[in-house]
């Protein structure tokens, strides 16, 4: 059970975010709900949230984008609950261009919101984490941590990167009871996915059905999309007690697409 803490998830307004902010609630963590959409549908979250789990829920408005915004929502979760126990970053856009066409200002963006706002949340949330000698990051990086897929540059560069902070950190905190690891989904049917079909047709000069059959789906040789609940439940696990000797790791539950 995760009665008495308090987990932190960015981008959690929507697809896996909001799969593992309503899977910690079931565990009993307080909840900071993060992300973009209309006003009254978050509202009708949270409140969910508070309803169906009977934990607390608010909502930070934080842009992972801004430094000092990011800084900002952990001190709203510390302010709050007294505590930041678990920190899932999550928030992340993509964009799919070819690199010698790929927008300066959609490079950085990704690089911000997908890579440097765990930074930020780490530097934030890590010291508390250690003071109390519990802690439990989770970073949502993907298969493109580990593998690339053309035109998508700055996604799968910023995806290596997390990977790559994950390991440090992991390193840095070993010794304070608190673990860092990233989760490495292949291809999960949330709107991040569905937003981008659009421009993979562009770009492949396919039609929609190849994308996901030809695109899609044939990077996963299972032929499936893998689920934000199971995402959650792995997120769930790594808070365990069962999971305290897994850190610096980067599990994939991709349906097999990095072993090939
Ligand atoms: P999604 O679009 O459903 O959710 C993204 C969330 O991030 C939303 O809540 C959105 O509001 C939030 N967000 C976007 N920009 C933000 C910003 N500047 N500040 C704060 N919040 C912001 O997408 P998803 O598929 O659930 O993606 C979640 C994470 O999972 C991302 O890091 C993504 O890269 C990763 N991932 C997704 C897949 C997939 O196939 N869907 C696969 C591997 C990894």
Known sequence: TL?????VVTGSTSGIGLAIARALAKEGASIVLNGFGPAEEIEKVRAEIESGFGVKAIYSPADMAKPDEVAGM?????DTF?????????????FVSPVEDFPIEKWDQIIAINLSSAFHTIRAALPGMKARKWGRIINTASAHSLVASPFKSAYVAAKHGIAGLTKTVALEAATFGVTVNCISPGYVWTPLVEKQIPDTMKARNMTKEQVINDVLLEAQPTKQFVTADQVAALA?????DAAS????????????WTAK
């Open 82 to 94: 007294g505590t930041v126990d678990i920190l899932v970053n999550n928030a992340g856009i993509q």
């Open 74 to 78: 952990i001190r709203l979760a510390e």
């Open 3 to 7: 009665k008495n803490k308090t987990a």
């Open 236 to 240: 769930v696990y790594l808070c365990s």
């Open 245 to 256: 000797q897994i850190t610096g790791a980067n599990l994939s539950m991709d349906g097999g």
